[in-house]
């Protein structure tokens, strides 16, 4: 049987945090019985371990060193101090269990209690993996779905607290716009995990008017906070879906804010890939120099995507106009503003269009010119000439009707 040092549980809890940041080896006060907190002290490496115990060796302290890679490492590797049978003057077998073949009862009970508390040391030590795994992947998850990382504090002293539920406030101000979001999170119903399952979304506009939404989650992904600002704000986003029968799919979706739902939200349109709208195409029917620089391309198309009202360079007959784009799937085209905001109207569009277009407008124009100049009737002073000439008529003959068929005089 393997005897060990009573030790007191913030110990316990100090390994679990040495092990989550990295640190491997502990220092401990071998000349106490009970270990205590501040009995013990964790390092990166087994040389500042050693240094710290050559350091503080007095008549009353003294530190032994050892390598741990999990809390069972660190309790089957502390021995009880030499002293304590001194002290306590104890026989462990000098008890009504002794007998002439030793207390074999008594170890075997005690056996079983180590074994029992190693078992609870083990749950409690994967309960702790498990809930600094939530912890890390909720504070990521808040993280890239545009949430930023100043809620984490908060978020991990709710999940400490065992809550049910719980919500995180966020706040920001886009364009001057103030925009806010309640994050709503759930305890499972059989395990300490918790979930991030949606998020209510809200954006006062410049005129006074608040819109809100509730945002759904699936396995993690859904609307970014940045794309329910769009949505919010009266534009569309490009987005990877899922069916009810779990097929993937994608499509661009807008808020109706003309109807709602039995949950009060905004009903949603969709304009799926069959519905024609191509993107690519409507912003080349303008002279957007971005499109002149394949990455440059490619990160307009994903801004316009994600709803963004994008910054352009409109470049035409040698002049360079920065203009303003987003995405209008609803009337497959794009909206285009000036610099300031405001938006262009459909009758100056043509100044801005790609040289493309208006070659090929130029180029029709210019066929109708010829075939209405190959159609211009012959005027009189022509008809005469071609019939005087050779002193034979030059022009067809007259068709008359004679009943049946048409006869050629």
Known sequence: MKSEHPIADEVLDLVTIALSKGEHYMAYNNSLYFIDKDDVHFFNTKEEANDFSTANISDRD?????????????????????CISHQLNLDPDANSLHNKDGNDFTDALIDHFESQQLS????????????????QYL???IKYMGFGETLKAELERNMSEGKGEFQLQFKAEVNKKPFE???????????DMYFFNNYHASLEKSNGEKNGQTFYLNKGKGVTAKEAYNLLDGRAVHKDLVTKEGQPYKAWIQLDFENKDKNNNFEVRQFHENYG????AAVEKFAVAELNDPDKAKALMQSLEKGNVQ???IEKDGSSHKMFMEADPQYKKVTLYDSNMKMVAKE???QYKSGIDKGSK???????????????PVTKTEKEKLEKKNGQSLLPKKRESKGKGLGVS
Do not use: C
Not at 124 to 135: D, P, R, S
Not at 181 to 191: E, G, H, I, P
């Open 62 to 82: 003294n530190f032994s060193v050892l390598h741990f890679n999990s809390l069972k490492d660190v309790l089957e590797q502390i021995p009880y101090g030499e």
């Open 120 to 135: 609870v040391f083990d749950k409690q030590l994967k309960t702790n993996f498990m809930n600094n795994e939530n912890l």
């Open 139 to 141: 504070t990521d998850n």
């Open 181 to 191: 979001a309640t994050l709503n999170f759930r305890k499972s119903d059989s395990t």
């Open 277 to 280: 709208y191509d993107l690519k």
């Open 311 to 313: 910054s352009i360079t």
């Open 348 to 350: 100056s569009l043509e």
């Open 362 to 376: 130029e180029v029709k124009e210019g066929q109708e010119n010829d075939k209405k100049k190959d159609l211009k």
